[in-house]
């Protein structure tokens, strides 16, 4: 049964500097290429997580409720529906100090003249959009920190293939250069 560490040593010894002769140059300098991206990837993990804590804080921030944010209210709708469609509709609230307000609304076109319904109103008793849900903060903070990680991944995997199939080019010019010689070297004489 192998295990990583074995796993992870295979790897190593593909890998070093060694005085193997069958290693080339270009062999070596893809090791670096590897090593280099792959440092470079995770110096970007640091402003991925950054960002992804940046977006959650402002996300927290847009759920805030309760005195002095925003809070749920009932209002009552004044005028009647007309049309078909979802439509702006005057509403009268009270804030939480005790004034009326009015203000419109985007409602149902089965909303009656009189019925209730919530509104959400900021500190000063203005109409304002609902909190946002933690959900939807959770999943924006990861998604920006993926998007940040996987951008610089794509770009550093793109690098990575275009210089190992220059590599590979050059490693199979060296090994046809290599062979030319051997067979020079051992090709035995035609006798007639």
């Known amino acids: 049964m192998r295990t990583h560490a ?3 040593m295979r790897c190593l010894r593909l890998h070093r500097f060694d005085g193997n002769p069958l290693r080339r140059r270009s062999d070596r300098i893809d090791t670096v290429i590897v090593l280099v991206s792959l440092m470079i990837f995770m110096a970007f993990l640091w402003p991925a997580a950054g960002l992804g804590r940046q977006v959650y ?7 805030l409720t309760g005195p002095g944010h925003r809070q749920a209210v009932v209002a009552v709708v004044v005028d009647p529906a007309h049309g ?6 005057t509403v009268r609230w009270t804030t939480p100090e005790g ?13 009656p003249a009189g019925s209730r319904t919530q509104v959400w109103v900021d500190g000063t008793g203005r109409l ?7 959900m939807k903060t959770v999943t924006d903070s990861a998604v920006a920190a993926i998007a940040v990680a996987g951008g610089a ?10 210089a190992r199939g220059l590599l590979n080019r050059r490693r199979d010019a060296e090994w ?11 090709r035995r004489p035609r006798q007639a």
């Open 57 to 63: 804080t402002k996300g927290l921030q847009a759920e």
């Open 128 to 134: 304002t959009a609902p909190p946002q849900r933690h």
């Open 84 to 89: 078909l469609g979802w439509r702006p509709r």
């Open 6 to 8: 074995h796993w992870a």
């Open 99 to 111: 004034s009326p307000r009015t203000g419109r609304v985007v409602l149902p076109p089965s909303t």
């Open 176 to 186: 046809e250069r290599a062979w030319v010689l051997a067979d020079q070297r051992w």
């Open 153 to 162: 991944g794509t770009v550093l995997l793109l690098c990575l293939a275009g």
